[in-house]
């Protein structure tokens, strides 16, 4: 009998093993997101990052590129960041290699460049995947039409941007033609920003 459980005990932890490490687990049986404040993301200095300290905050999520044609809305980002802090918004910059190998640098190369280049102030955090199997799981959740149906799809190339809420949710979606400083990004951040907690 006790030979029996313990061959039984033996079969249970290897089942449970295979359920923890398989790759091919399905990720639709996990729990999804419901907003950006349940990630914790690792800033450009390699510090741990909880999202949820922007809760009651209105935040624009882009993906960017030090090597890319749209590399200077850097400068609208850092002008509506300006702009727009101190009444509770802020930008959050994910550097990703994902598209024509343009964001190749370091951690410490990419913040150097944005501080020299750019004057950029804005939380900058660790260079991640947008796109792809190797996708950060924020991206899934932004991406998701699991998650952000309204607003689902990959992203196409670097500095799409997106508006999120005081709760975490995305409310709004951008291109990378659409510049961050544009009139139609501007009146989303403003109705965002002018819409009670």
């Known amino acids: 009998m006790k030979k029996a459980f313990l061959i039984l005990s033996v079969i249970g932890v290897a ?3 295979f359920m923890v490490f398989n790759p091919q687990q399905d990720v639709n049986a996990l729990p999804l997101a419901k907003s950006i404040h349940e990630f914790t ?5 390699g510090k741990d990052v909880e999202l949820k300290k922007y809760k009651g ?3 624009m999520v882009v993906n960017t590129a030090s090597k890319c044609g749209y590399t200077p809305q850097y400068e609208g980002l850092q002008s509506i960041f300006d702009k727009y802090k101190d009444r509770g918004f802020t930008v959050l910059g994910f550097p990703a290699n994902n598209f024509g190998g343009q964001e190749p640098g370091t ?3 990419i913040k150097e460049f944005c501080t020299l280049k750019y004057k950029v102030t804005f939380p900058m ?3 991640i995947s947008v796109l792809g199997v190797d996708q950060d799981p924020l991206y899934t959740y932004l991406t998701s039409k699991e998650t952000n149906p309204a607003f689902a799809g990959d992203i196409t190339w670097n500095f799409n941007k997106f ?3 005081r709760d975490g949710k ?8 659409d510049k961050p400083d544009s009139e139609a990004v501007a009146t989303s951040i403003e ?3 002018n819409n009670a907690k």
């Open 107 to 109: 951690a410490a190369e």
């Open 170 to 177: 995305v409310i709004a979606r951008f291109t990378s033609k």
């Open 191 to 193: 109705t965002a920003l």
């Open 163 to 165: 508006l999120i809420d």
């Open 41 to 45: 993301m690792k800033d450009i200095d």
């Open 15 to 17: 089942a449970g093993a």
């Open 57 to 59: 905050s209105v935040v």
């Open 125 to 127: 955090f660790a260079k």
